[in-house]
């Protein structure tokens, strides 16, 4: 499936799309809140400032994606591979990360407040300046991450590995952090 075969079906209300290819796609700006992309190839596609809020991309893989200020407020990201994806600005308010792949990836003054990161593997990302306030990192790798500037009040970070994670400046009051290492 290509770029206008997916607008096209999408604009006459199909919403499901799972497990299609658009590896190395460019769909800058597209609309598609609420679609079904679960177990798709994403990677390497520009989906800057696209909007995939509530969108199903549990499973895709989205490996060096660019999601720069993309909309995924709500979306289901669940076992997704990030891997050096840009995130930077995105919109993840209340997403699903749980177990997500998001090494190295660029998250700098993302928005993660709300969303649930349950053992998601975040070792070597950028996360300065992003918002995790009221954020689920339980059981999260964030070794080598760094978190500078960063807002975890009321995050969860019980059973969370810091080791080496950089927290200079950021606010941790109100969350869980009594478990992590």
Known sequence: MDKTELIQRYAAGDREFSAI????????GVDLSGADLSGSSL???????????????????????????????????SDAILDGATLEGAILDGATLNQADLKVANLIQADLSQASLQQADLSGAN????????????????????????????????????????LEGTLLEGGDSTLAT
Request: hydrophobic content about 45%; cysteine-free.
């Open 127 to 166: 996360l300065e300046a992003a918002d995790l306030s009221g954020a689920d990192l339980a059981i999260a790798d964030l070794q080598q991450a760094n978190l500078n500037q960063a807002a975890l009040e009321e995050a969860n970070l019980s059973g969370a590995n810091l080791e080496n994670a950089n």
């Open 21 to 28: 290819d658009l590896s190395e796609a460019e769909l800058e």
């Open 43 to 77: 990677d390497g596609a520009n989906l800057r400032r696209a909007n995939l809020s509530r969108a199903n991309l549990s499973s895709a893989d989205l490996n060096g994606a660019d999601l720069f200020q993309a909309d995924l407020s709500g979306a289901d990201l």
